[in-house]
């Protein structure tokens, strides 16, 4: 028993070593690829970014209804309706749009690049890479990342931006709050502050998201079995480490 | 190169374990100079792994392995990926990169490691295309391929930068006759008309018989026999010509290595 958790330790902590490595592994040749290889990463974000657009507009369309619905209701309690603007932004930006965002980047990127990966490595394509030449890892997994970790702020911010729409339509149009009360409380609220948490968030999330990925393909026993099991898991764990992390850097926001 | 022996590659008391399984025991193999060179085997032998450790994907344990006299495992990653562009080498399913089409998998070495103008690569992708017979296939993606198309391809890929030394990872399986007749002619062809050395990986009897000029049959992590196919075909080892006639029982056991039927089907087990 003891032997086992010991075991199970020792595991999580040699595999956790090795992600690290990984880790800086795509950092040290990031600027290679980035001066050399821009294309490559331009591929990449249109495949990780532009094609999670339709995906990211309509949830944060719906998220931000949701804000608005519920923000009226509540503060409509307190006479204070017309802080639902408010509400919603520090909402979205600060929690929702970083944390969703990353979510859904997960779910449609995320499992993408993992299994892309995972299938070339059980197709034999990145060894065939290798024996021209040619390194996979900054040929296929690098512009991947970089892909990743650069779309995230961007759909970030557009989540936010919808949610925020959503929330005006639902709010000001719908249930009839002052459109310039809306807009009015929300400047003298938010401070820029406010905007660097989402930002750093969304920047982290980008990064951990994008790693956890590929991490998970390049590492997936070569099998449809393994491929699989590679997607599963990069879910999951981009999801714990997400949420985890929000914990963190909004404690140390405080 | 340093040294110019008739041998391109030459393996010494190598050894190499996967796991606690031992793969190869104390190997001694020299692969001769611009010849077709097979190596045989039963499905288990370690085939695959010793062409992953003549081209270094994975390392030895113990032992050496020369190429051109130059000891492999000395070299660094970029000597290591300079030395790779002198291979070319095919994989057992093509390992065509899915994403791209026919024409860009045979020009990806080409864009990845020259500086060619279009029309210079198209040219050299086109020749080489030609050579195995697809260049109307230049357009079609590798999913629209059959499996004998897509080996041809990978053989295109393969030779596109010129190789020193072409290896085959079980170029027949899973091929109908008439691609597979293909094939042995392509490899042949290869080997004489570019003055190559070629290594084969296989366990197709028939077919290593008619394009090889020397076999060396893998058992138990050592050489079992080696000579040219008629020499093997004729042997008087029981398990060389097991493996040749392919018979069902000999020093290969029929039976994986098992506890005692009767004890097993009679004792407290079935109870």
């Known amino acids: 028993m003891i032997r086992d958790i010991y075991q199970t330790v020792m595991e999580f902590v040699r595999t956790f070593g090795a992600f690290q490595l990984f880790f800086l592994r795509l950092v040290i040749n990031s600027p290679y690829v980035l001066t050399r290889r821009f294309p490559l990463v331009v591929q990449q974000i249109f495949n990780a970014g532009a094609l999670s657009l339709v995906i990211i507009m309509v949830c944060g369309l719906f998220v931000g209804g949701v804000l608005g619905l519920q923000g009226y209701n509540n503060l409509a309690k307190f006479n204070a309706e017309d802080s639902v603007g408010t509400f919603a932004a520090f909402s979205l930006i600060k929690e929702l749009g970083p944390v969703i965002t990353a979510l859904l980047f997960a779910g449609r990127a995320g499992t993408a690049l993992a299994s892309e990966i995972g299938l070339m490595k059980a197709t034999d394509q990145l060894a065939a890479m290798e024996m021209m030449a040619t390194d996979p ?118 | 190169m340093s040294d110019r022996s008739d041998n391109v590659i030459e393996i010494r008391d190598l050894w190499y374990s996967r796991g606690p399984l031992p793969i190869f025991t104390g190997l001694n193999i020299d692969i001769p100079r611009g010849k077709v060179t097979a190596i045989m085997g039963p499905s288990g032998t370690g085939k695959t792994t010793l062409l992953r450790l003549i081209t270094r994907q994975i390392r030895p344990h113990k032992g050496t392995i020369r190429i051109d006299g130059i000891d492999i495992a000395e070299l660094n990653q970029r000597e290591l990926y300079r030395f790779r562009r002198r291979f070319g080498m095919l994989f057992q399913n093509g390992a065509l990169l899915t994403d791209y089409s026919v024409f860009e998998n045979v020009a990806f070495p080409l864009r990845e490691h020259t500086k060619l103008p279009n029309r210079l690569i198209r040219h ?80 197709d009897v028939q077919e290593v018989s008619t394009v090889s000029d020397q076999s060396f049959l893998l058992s138990n992590g050592k050489v079992a026999a080696s000579g040219s196919p008629d020499e093997l075909s004729n042997t008087s080892s029981e398990l060389v010509r097991q493996f040749m006639h392919g018979m069902a029982d000999g020093p290969v056991a029929f039976h994986f290595s098992a506890p005692n039927y009767a004890e097993q089907l009679l004792g407290r087990d079935a109870e």
């Open chain 1, 137 to 254: 890892l900054r040929r296929v997994i690098v512009p991947r990342f970089l892909g990743g970790s650069i779309s995230m702020p961007f759909l970030v911010a557009i989540f936010s931006v919808v949610g925020m729409f959503g929330a005006h339509v639902i709010g000001v149009s719908l249930l009839g709050v002052d459109s310039g009360a809306f807009w009015q409380q929300l400047r003298t609220a938010l401070e820029i502050g406010d905007i660097y948490e989402g930002i750093i968030k969304s920047v982290v999330f980008g990064l951990v998201a994008s790693v956890i990925a590929v991490w998970e393909g390049y590492n997936a026993i070569p099998t449809a079995e393994g491929v699989g099991r590679a997607t599963t898991r990069t879910v999951v764990i981009t999801a714990m480490a997400v949420l985890i992390l929000d914990f963190i850097i909004t404690a140390l926001a405080m």
């Open chain 2, 124 to 203: 050299i992708v086109l020749t080489k295309l030609h050579a195995v017979g697809l260049r109307g296939a230049a357009d079609m993606m590798p999913t629209q391929l059959s499996g004998g198309m897509a080996r041809r391809v990978a053989l295109a890929r393969a030779i596109v930068m010129d190789p020193e030394i072409l290896i085959y990872d079980e170029p027949f399986v899973g091929l109908d006759p008439i691609s597979m007749g293909v094939i042995v002619r392509l490899v042949r062809k290869m080997n004489d008309a570019l003055g190559i050395s070629s290594i084969l990986v296989s366990h």
